[in-house]
Structures are given as C-alpha cells and as structure tokens.
C-alpha cells in the first residue's frame, strides 16, 4: 500500500508550551516527513514492495552495512519511525502507568535511572539517529540506540518510546543543546499512556 503521511493527533501549537515550537513541527512533520513519504512512493512503486505493508518493507531492506542500506529502507524505515513519534508525544502531562513503572523499575533500579540512560543514549548517538526504549521477546526492556533510520523492528523489538535525535528534531528550539532536547523530551513530551500500551 502507498505511504500516506498522518494528521498530526494535535495541533501544531499544542505543544508550544512544552518546548516543541510550531515551527518545529511545520518543519518536522509538514516537510520532513512528507518527503520521507513522498519519496518512499516512489522508490517502491514498480517494484516487489510496491503494495506491502510498511514493516513488511522495513524487514525486508534492511541491511547491518549503514553503507549497503537502500532509500527504501531509509524512507521507509523513517516514515515509520516519526508515525510512532507524534503518537508517543502529545500536549497532556500524565503520570508513568503502574504497569510499566514496574517494568522500569524492575529493569533499570528506578525511573530515574532509566530516564538518566535513555538520555546519555540520545546524547551520545554520533550523528543522526534515534534513542528507543524497547521491549526484548524474553519481555525485559532497554535503552537502545540507532543511527540514521534504523529502528527496533530490525532486531525484533517492540518500540515502547523513541526520541528522534536529528537535528531536524530540536534545532529550532534548543540549537546545538540535545542534552536539553533530550531532558525536555522526558519530563514535557513523553505520552506515558501510549507508551505503557505499546508493552
């Protein structure tokens, strides 16, 4: 099926005052995305994955060598990367649900801890890249990183959170600041609700 780049689930100004600008997201979604659509639509059409489902694709390009991954892959892999974005972000603050405090507790000795490596991920991600909370098949989580597109359907993980580390991402509001980015994300950003719903 065609790549159709969603709605946003807010307005682009509804999350202004938690650090993420209009401007960011009218770049970020309005234009980045887009052309991770736009061209994704057109790399497939004609070809085998022309009509596949998006993780079908994902699975199906992806590549360990960064230098042998096609724009497929990196399309593809992008657009489904920012779709679960805008859905693990929104402009309501909610408290972590029990559930998955356990779980972070359990694998990281507390919220913190896990919130203090999540970050140092992000920061320390040469380049472009994403920083994801997964959930592994044995059903213990970590904090995991991946340059470019990549994300955690190439290893077989469930994505529970991802923050995306592109420039792109935060240099409207923080500049060359990603460790700010990065806090701001957790403590202002984060749709806790949806990230517990992914486990």
Known sequence: ???ELPDLPYAHDALAQHGM???TLEYHHDLHHKAYVDNGNKLIAGTKWEGEALETIIKGTY???AVAQTGIFNNASQHWNHMQFWEMIGPSKHGIPSELETLINENFGSVDAFKEEFST???????SGWCWLVKESD???KVTKTENGVNPLC???TALLGCD????????DFRNKRPAYLSNFLENLVNWENVASRL
């Open 1 to 3: 099926m065609a790549f």
């Open 21 to 23: 600008s209009v401007e």
């Open 63 to 65: 590549t360990a060598d």
């Open 121 to 127: 991920a992000g920061a320390s991600q040469f380049g």
């Open 139 to 141: 059903g213990g989580l």
């Open 155 to 157: 290893f077989g993980q």
């Open 165 to 172: 580390v592109w420039e792109h991402s935060y240099y409207i």
